[in-house]
């Protein structure tokens, strides 16, 4: 899977966006070391911290299905109507991805340029990994 490919299916998935409140669709597309892909786009709710990200609903997709050991993620944004924009996933992605991913895990995004590609230690270099 390139990570072209991966990137239509995160802008795919971001269709479904559930987001009346903010109007930005979200979509990711987190590929498995096994060769699955599991998709997943924002949840919004009325209530807003009740809001999941599409990195996580990807992400709990996957587990849900036993699916564990994770390679990319391609995640795109757009406000409703308008061009994608960059987006790279928020602290509490990073940290829920941290929990699965290892250092060299890859985050690609889209910029007006074409596609970015960056690591999740480089997102999240002092990861809380103990207690
Ligand atoms: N959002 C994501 O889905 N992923 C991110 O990494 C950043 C933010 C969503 C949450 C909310 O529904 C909307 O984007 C605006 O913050």
Do not use: W
């Not at 269709?15 to 590929?31: D, E, I, K, T």
């Not at 070391?33 to 009740?50: L, Q, T, Y």
């Not at 889209?110 to 997102?123: A, F, I, P, R």
Request: glycine fraction near 8%; include cysteine.
């Amino acid at each position: 899977m390139t990570d072209i490919e991966l990137m239509e299916l995160a802008k795919k998935a971001g269709q479904n966006s559930y987001s009346p409140y903010s109007h930005f669709r979200v979509g990711a597309a987190l590929l498995c070391k096994d060769g699955r892909v599991f998709c997943g786009c924002n949840v919004e709710n009325i209530s807003f911290g009740a809001t999941n990200c599409a990195e996580r609903t990807a992400v709990f997709a996957a587990i849900a299905e036993g699916c564990r050991e994770f390679e990319k993620i391609a995640i795109s944004g757009a406000r409703e109507g308008k061009d994608y924009q960059r987006t790279l996933p928020c602290g509490v992605c990073r940290q829920v991805l941290s929990e699965f991913c290892g250092s060299s895990f890859e985050v690609i995004t889209e910029n007006d340029k074409g596609l970015c590609k960056t690591t999740l230690s480089q997102l999240l270099p002092f990861a809380f990994d103990s207690f």
